[in-house]
């Protein structure tokens, strides 16, 4: 039987619709470009390359055809610049907002550019998107707005208090969204994703995700940190999976306009487990490759000790389903890494 996805990028074949995808440039907007454009969408793209990257585009074009990347326009600005959005919304049906400045460390060291980026920028587009008559718009949030509820698994409308700048970023965003939803009719979906990974995520720098930081590490020889005991663990959501969230959004009924939903796969791994797994598969594709003990080190601050998303409320309103367990995420993932690690 096929599923509300599958036939939603059927129809979408056919009925193509006129998409704004900001953080284009980055390993989510990037991988929501080119499922657009293999589905023969035409996608306008926003990104200031803060963290994002040009080589993520030129992947996405390497991936798809010369007629599917003809579709795609590309503007380099900012959203915290309110004209350089109503530009990028013009004539759009639908925007996908995926840029942020994401990394809880990065918050606490800087507080003020998360809240530009992740606060202003976000207002700036839903104040671009509602002026342009775009028909509903999805934004990014994040589990991180669950804070200290110790509850599992993580239920939409049980959240506590933020632990970090960037957590507060997102509640704020939320609000936004609910607030534009009551107070102008303009329709609104937020993703709190959780831990998201997969092909184009940056392994380089201070506040790098742990997966690629990890990959690239052993795949350099090196010894691993893990932060914490290794016990804390995390709902792993491979990019499909966030990519699907996102394209169901532009047929989202009205009951699911203005709330916001987990985005997962709605399991949990230890970064222990997680780190074994990922020395499995990389020594299935690099002959001789050194397994390795990790080290572990004191936790991060801001960091919550357990994660897991409920996924009912998503699946009763979207027709959700995760597609790739983070089993199935690491067998696309590594291979992906262990050919392209060379021009990373």
Not at 165 to 185: M, N, S
Not at 186 to 214: D, E, I, S
Not at 245 to 272: C, H, I, Q
Request: glycine share 8%; proline share 6%.
């Amino acid at each position: 039987m096929m599923s509300l996805y599958q036939a939603l990028c059927e129809d979408l074949r056919v009925h193509p619709k006129r998409w704004l995808v900001t953080g284009v440039a980055g390993f989510i907007g990037s991988s929501v470009l080119q499922k657009l454009l293999e589905l023969d969408q035409t996608v306008v793209g926003l990104d200031n390359f803060s963290t994002g990257k040009p080589w993520n585009l030129e992947n996405v074009r390497q991936g798809v055809s010369p007629a599917a990347w003809a579709r795609f326009t590309f503007i380099e600005g900012d959203t915290r610049d309110l004209d350089t959005c109503r530009q990028a919304c013009e004539g759009r049906e639908v925007v996908l907002h995926q840029a942020a400045l994401g990394s809880v460390p990065r918050s606490i060291k800087d507080p003020i550019a998360s809240h530009q980026s992740n606060v202003d920028g976000l207002l700036n587009m839903l104040v671009a998107a509602r002026d342009a008559g775009v028909r509903r718009m999805a934004y990014a949030s994040s589990s991180s707005v669950y804070g200290d509820d110790a509850g599992l698994p993580k239920v939409e409308e049980r959240t506590g208090h933020p632990l970090s700048p960037y957590a507060l970023t997102k509640v704020i965003g939320e609000q936004y969204a609910a607030i534009f939803a009551r107070t102008y009719g303009f329709k609104t979906l937020g993703f709190r994703y959780f831990n998201v990974f997969g092909p184009r995520q940056n392994p380089n720098g201070p506040y790098a995700a742990v997966m690629p930081k990890w990959l690239q590490a052993l795949a350099d020889g090196e010894t691993c940190t893990i932060h914490g005991d290794g016990d804390t663990s995390r709902d792993f959501c491979f990019v499909a999976n966030a990519v699907q969230a996102n394209l169901l959004a532009s047929v989202a009924p009205e009951s699911a306009l203005g709330e916001v939903f987990n985005v997962s796969y709605g399991g949990t791994t230890s970064l222990t487990n997680l780190y074994w797994m990922i020395v499995e598969r990389l020594a299935a594709v690099h002959p001789g490759f050194e397994r390795r003990d990790p080290l572990y080190g004191p936790p991060r601050e801001g960091d919550i000790r357990h994660s897991q998303a409920d996924l009912s409320k998503i699946r009763a309103h979207l027709g959700y389903e995760p597609t790739h367990s983070v089993a199935q995420g690491l067998d696309e993932l590594v291979p992906w890494f262990a050919a392209q690690a060379a021009r990373l």
